[in-house]
């Protein structure tokens, strides 16, 4: 079952990183994986996001990427 799982998730994330831009832009931005789910871990401790794109658009956001890029005069 546990093999199962992982199977599943290493999938779940291969497909992410094809298919959702923002997922991409984000992992990219952030220096390991590690990184990545430790954010995504403390942000749903504390705020219930109605879909993943919400969560991902609030983590652009907070990173200043994306459509949220500073720009520089």
Avoid: V
């Amino acid at each position: 079952m546990l093999a199962t799982l992982n199977i599943l998730a290493f999938l779940f994330h291969s497909f992410l990183t094809f298919c959702d831009d923002a997922y991409k832009l984000i992992r990219a931005t952030l220096p390991t994986r590690q990184t990545f789910f430790e954010h995504i871990r403390c942000l749903t401790c504390y705020h219930c996001f109605p879909s993943w794109a919400a969560m991902m658009d609030f983590m652009m956001r907070g990173l200043e990427i994306g459509p949220y890029a500073t720009q520089d005069a």
